[in-house]
Every structure is written in structure tokens, then in C-alpha cells.
């Protein structure tokens, strides 16, 4: 669900600046758009000016610590989710992360794996499940959360294998899926035949926009995400 990012706004709150800085650096690779607060005091400003999907924490942290932060955030708004990241185990700092409905307590050091699984826990809880839509035209999305198309809000049948294989496009509609990708989610184990993935195509071709699914000869498939700048 990592491509997925692209529609979340994360805010990254750190006191530390070499931490904050290799921690936004990697981030703004995969989110739609990252925000950064070097204390708590800053960090709830950004967060009434920018209201973003998710935010991560340090909890240490000069003029207001990530808890008292997320304390308060959490008083003002119910559906934020609060990622906090600490040197600290203790159980007095667990009690506090569940009574504020943190998502997930990450014990530092803060690694990319750490920070992909605690943002994908993230985006499962989040409500606002229109945030998975991909735009495949003006008037046709994919949400990748409900695995459904909709035309002009009517969903749009799929088969099995035609949802296989639109999902695995959109969760990496940022490169290429390579044929091997395909077979390993489609025909594990019957192999995949060039009849069989051409049919495939060519049925869900049908149900998706024109131009939606493009074929790169020898490697795979690309997912194109419609964008009025594309107009």
C-alpha cells in the first residue's frame, strides 16, 4: 500500500534536525505532500493550518512534547492519526500512546521499514476512504481501498482476475509492473501464457477509460492516473 502515499499530507515533527531532515527527505518520495515542525508548539500550528492526514512525533521534544501535543490535537480532532517515535519503552508512555488512540509507538532508531509499517496501519484506519480514489478519467476512479471502479459513482464489475490485476497496476501506478510481477499475482501457479494476459487486458480494457492501461513491449504494464494538467 506504500504507492498509496501519494494521496496523504504527513506532518513530521522532530527536534533533532539531522533526524528530521533524512526522515522528510524520504518521505516526500512517497507522500503527496510533507510537512515538518521542530517542536510541539510549532507542530499544532501547522496542524490547524494545514489539517494533514497523518502526523509522527518525537515525544522528547523543547517548548511542548509530543504527547502534550498529540493531547491536544487529539482533543480537537478525532480522525488525524498520531504516529509517536521514542528512545523510550516505558510502560507509562504505552499507557498514554492508547488513551490517545495513537496508531503505532516506534522505538528509535526510526528506520524506513518502521516508518512504512506504522504510515500502512495509518491509512487502514483512516475514514475518509475517497483518499484510495485514482482517477483513471474525469468522470471514472478506482479506489484502491474498496478494490471497486466507479463510472459516474456506479460500480463497474470486475472478475476476479481483472481485480487482481487492475489492483496490482494501481498500488504501483508510480512505474512499471513487470510481467513476472503479473504471473506471481495472477497465475502463481499455473504460469501466465500471452493468451491469458492478453485476454486479461483486453477485457478490462473495456471497463476502464481509453489510454487507462498501457502495454511497455517486454516488460509490463503502466497504470495512467488521469490529471487535469493532462487536459
Known amino acids: 500500500m506504500k504507492d498509496m502515499l501519494k494521496n ?5 515533527v522532530e527536534d533533532e534536525e539531522q533526524i528530521r531532515k ?11 505532500e510533507v510537512l515538518e515542525a521542530k517542536d510541539g508548539k510549532e507542530a499544532i500550528g ?4 494545514h489539517k494533514p492526514d497523518i502526523i509522527i512525533t518525537d515525544i ?10 498529540a493531547s491536544y490535537i487529539r482533543a480537537h480532532d478525532q480522525n488525524v492519526q498520531i504516529i509517536v517515535a521514542t528512545a523510550h519503552s516505558d510502560t507509562e508512555y504505552l499507557l498514554k500512546a492508547v488513551e490517545l488512540q495513537l496508531v503505532k509507538y516506534i522505538i528509535k532508531p526510526i528506520t524506513k521499514d518502521k516508518l512504512i509499517d506504522a504510515l500502512e496501519k495509518s491509512m487502514q484506519l483512516i475514514e475518509d476512504k475517497s483518499k484510495f480514489n485514482l482517477s483513471l478519467s474525469c468522470t471514472c476512479q478506482y479506489n484502491a481501498y474498496e478494490k471497486v471502479i466507479y463510472q459516474d459513482n456506479q460500480e463497474i464489475k470486475l ?21 513476472e510481477e503479473i504471473e506471481n499475482a495472477i497465475w502463481a501457479y499455473e504460469g501466465m501464457s500471452q493468451d491469458a494476459i492478453r485476454s486479461l487486458v483486453r477485457g478490462i480494457r473495456k471497463k476502464v477509460p481509453e489510454n487507462t492501461i498501457e502495454n511497455i513491449s517486454g516488460i509490463g504494464y503502466k497504470l ?6 493532462s487536459e
Not at 224 to 229: A, C, F, G, T, W
Open 159 to 179: 472478475t476476479k482476475n481483472e481485480l487482481l490485476f487492475l489492483d496490482l497496476l494501481a498500488h504501483h501506478h508510480t512505474r512499471v509492473v513487470k510481467y
Open 22 to 32: 533524512s526522515a522528510v527527505e524520504f518521505l516526500r518520495r512517497v507522500a503527496k
Open 60 to 69: 522528547s521534544m523543547p517548548k511542548l512534547n509530543g504527547l502534550d501535543m
Open 224 to 229: 495512467h492516473i488521469y490529471s487535469q494538467d
Open 46 to 49: 501547522m496542524w490547524k493550518e
Open 8 to 12: 496523504f499530507t504527513i506532518l513530521y
